[in-house]
């Protein structure tokens, strides 16, 4: 089993609408996680950090389901600029390690 | 804007060329890693430096050098490189890796295209 999985889609939505990207993770251990969006032959930018309580900002919502060994993001009212692909990063230990691990991605198309 | 830079942007080099790549951060952080990235592939960790110091080496061949000369700066010395070896090499930083919930920023990257 991979250490960070995704679906790789592509996730094709019509503009407005809501779409939802899952990423679990095996290292039950991990502490950290984080969602970064890249454009086509771009660095990743990041799009948000991940908190146990779950957080949101504007129309990007990220939630932790420990239990699960997930995390997804949740985009409300798709905007075309949306397409990307989304990356889950996590760090599998609880501090000293410096290993960031990606997932391989999740292609997003938003279409007008 | 990116706050991590990286130069050159792009470079075409010959397989018998010698060339670096250069990456600098004044964020003030602790560690600094390069990356391999492929074409629709997730960015594929190369080194990591942490106070100035290497402290991962994912099995790089030794056509790839890296040098840390000081806390904002970081090189990626390339020599004898193969056709195999053109992608785009990402430059990172992160603050204390001793900390938890810090993320990497990345540089815009070089793309590399070896002839």
Known sequence: RKEVEQDPGPFNVPEGATVAFNCTYSNSASQSFFWYRQDCRKEPKLLMSVYSSGNEDGRFTAQLNRASQYISLLIRDSKLSDSATYLCVVIPTTSGTYKYIFGTGTRLKVLA | ?115
């Not at chain 2, 060339?19 to 080194?47: T, V």
């Open chain 2, 1 to 115: 804007d990116t706050e991590v830079t990286q130069t050159p942007k792009h470079l075409v080099m010959g397989m018998t060329n010698k060339k670096s790549l250069k990456c600098e951060q004044h964020m003030g952080h602790r560690a600094m890693y390069w990356y391999k990235q492929k074409a629709k592939k997730p960015p594929e960790l190369m080194f990591v430096y942490s106070y100035e110091k290497l402290s991962i080496n994912e099995s790089v061949p030794s056509r790839f050098s890296p040098e840390c000369p000081n806390s904002s700066l970081l090189n990626l010395h390339l020599h004898a490189l193969q056709p195999e070896d053109s992608a785009l090499y990402l430059c990172a930083s992160s603050q204390d890796p001793g900390l938890s919930n810090q993320p990497q920023h990345f540089g815009d990257g070089t793309r590399l295209s070896i002839l």
